[in-house]
């Protein structure tokens, strides 16, 4: 859990810009998350590092997300949904994040993309963004998502426009920020800053999000 909104001396504990949550799930062969109800004033962009996960709601819709993929769900009011590992076998890996959206009553819709190793191998590829450019999923606030995957000695620059700033999570490997290392589950905030630069030490996976 990167924001724990329990530990009041946290003051990250509401997250950080527009970025709400940002929680990895291990779920173990037919195991569920408990079914939840839908919040309304956020996102959801859930990523599957490993496995499969099942997915529905109570709208009807059910889904399947697999290794590689990633969806984003906005929700209706008083929506409930569930996620289960699809796998009676292999346990499941997901990355689960929550954006605060730019406005009130979104209508109940899903969007679901695969992006390549090749496409994220060596830079920072876009896969969420305000516009869905680049073939990215739309999300509905000014923040844009990028992932990588990098070989070791791999050097990535990423430039912040005036006024913005970033969050980084390193899902896998170790990675030097500046002078900071960097390893699995670490983040690290930018405010005020050009821009970053990183280092991988070793085979490693990021998540990087610009946000205003």
């Not at 500046?178 to 699995?184: H, P």
Request: hydrophobic share 40%; proline share 4%; glycine share 8%.
């Amino acid at each position: 859990m990167t924001f724990d909104s329990e530990n009041t001396g946290d003051p990250l504990r509401r997250g950080f810009r527009a970025l709400a949550s940002l929680n990895e799930e291990n779920l173990r062969p037919g195991m569920d998350l408990l079914p939840h109800v839908l919040r309304d004033d956020v996102e959801n962009v859930t990523y599957v590092l490993a496995g499969a996960l099942v997915h529905h709601d109570s709208s009807g819709r059910l889904g399947r997300l697999a290794t590689g993929e990633f969806q984003r769900a906005s929700a209706g009011h008083g929506s409930s949904r569930r996620e289960i590992n699809g796998s009676l076998v292999d346990c499941a890996q997901i990355i689960q994040i929550s954006i605060t959206p730019d406005r009130a009553d979104l209508k109940p819709t899903e969007e679901q993309k695969r992006f390549l190793v090749a496409e994220r191998k060596g830079l920072l590829r876009l896969i969420a963004s305000p516009n869905g450019s680049e073939s990215s999923l739309r999300i509905h606030q000014d923040v844009r998502i990028y992932s990588s995957l990098v070989d070791p000695g791999t050097h990535l620059i990423h430039e912040l426009r005036p006024g913005r700033s970033a969050w980084l999570h390193v899902v896998k490997g170790r990675i030097v920020l500046v002078d900071n290392c960097l390893r699995a589950g670490d983040g690290a905030a930018l405010v005020g800053e050009p821009g970053l630069s990183l280092t991988a030490q070793e085979a490693s996976e990021i998540l990087l999000f610009d946000l205003a």
